[in-house]
DNA sequence: GCCGTTGTTGACACAGCGCCAACAACCACG
DNA sequence: CGTGGTTGTTGGCGCTGTGTCAACAACGGC
């Protein structure tokens, strides 16, 4: 390990803030945002308590930084719209979403799920804006490029469920895989055939 | 108001414990875990803040006595069995589900939504408990009042798809009710009827 | 080699929480 | 009506964690 508390070395701004932001990211992912210190952030770092600040200025801040970074999805793999009918395409969504969200699951549901702090007006903003990507890709999916402000919350809600489910499945393991898709598959497509025309 | 500042009173401990927690579950519900001292529920109380330790041992203990008030729903209407088809069943489940979240809304939600922090054990074990409460209603009002793991942890994920809905209406108000209630509605009916044989 | 730039540090001040001994309001009892 | 005991209540102490800032030192240019 390169833990070694070897002399003060000099970094890059760059590097040094992205070197800190890494292991805040492990740490918050791991613990709660009240049961990390910026002096557990400091110290994992090898770095000083005050460069923590220095870097991000609020403790609030650099999380706002991590969750960022927890909810930022490889956005190549979105852009494979599938082709096909209805059922086809809500399937191959399905599956896209639950490869995603069970390659990070661990980061990706503990940010989602307010990982530490909810009701905080900046933090929610955060997880409000990657619902609205997730509800996006959910719409672009079945074919409904331009929703308007209801069908938009409709996808949302639906991404609320799907994120429920997908707990079920990863974290408490009373799910399986199949369950999930089904589940996810079914809701969607009577959501688009039946409610969608609501809006 | 009654804010005078006037002598000294003594209580009994019961009351005065109420009027603690009753202060606290308004500050709570109106600002963030974090943005609520216990200063300032001791102030809003017209008490010292020792005394709120002394009563409920720790903030996050009192804290979560508030989220078990703010969390326990009137019990009385849940017994009402509505008699029919199934259609019926889930629309009058729909229903009395919406009429619960809208009339205390503001703090049910905030709650539900983990209303300060998330990602504690004990905070989510409570929060686990009432979706688990709300999961039971489901399933009983469908006809399934014996279920199996798999059964309860996709009533679990409909209540995600609930609460998520539920606020894009109270909360964004981007959604009417009417939208909300088919949405709710056909979802339901369909899990019940496509999905819930998997489990 | 020296010097300026600037990444980095350590300490100071302050807020919030848990704890506890002293205080005083209230209730028996004489 | 006094008086003493019970116990609800207070104020302050120590601790932890955070934000800020002046001083320090590593690195690159001259």
């Known amino acids: ?15 040094r803030r992205e070197q800190i932001l890494s292991v805040a990211v492990r740490l918050f992912g791991e613990r ?12 994992a770092a090898g770095v000083a308590r005050g460069l923590v600040n220095h870097y991000f200025g609020t ?15 490889p956005e190549g793999a979105l852009t494979e719209l599938p082709e096909g009918d209805l059922p086809a395409r809500v399937d191959a969504s399905v599956s896209w979403f639950l490869d995603v969200v ?15 702090m909810a009701g905080d007006t900046d933090v929610d903003r955060v997880i409000a804006e990657a619902i609205d990507r997730a509800a996006d890709a959910v719409l672009q999916a079945v074919g409904r490029p331009a929703p308007g402000p209801a069908l938009h919350a409709m996808a949302r809600s639906y991404v609320g469920l799907a994120v429920s489910t997908a707990r079920e499945w990863l974290q408490r393991g009373v799910l399986t895989r199949d369950q999930v898709h089904r589940l996810l598959a079914a809701t969607l497509l009577t959501m688009v055939e039946q409610v969608f025309k609501d809006a």
């Open 1 to 15: 390990m390169s833990v070694e508390a070897g002399q003060r070395r000099r970094l890059e701004p760059d590097a």
């Open 32 to 43: 709660g945002y009240a049961d990390v210190s910026t002096t557990d952030v400091a110290r």
């Open 59 to 73: 403790k609030k801040e650099l999380y706002l930084e991590v969750i960022r970074v927890m909810l930022t999805v």
């Open 102 to 116: 069970s390659r990070h699951s661990r980061s990706w549901l503990a940010a989602i799920t307010a990982g530490g």
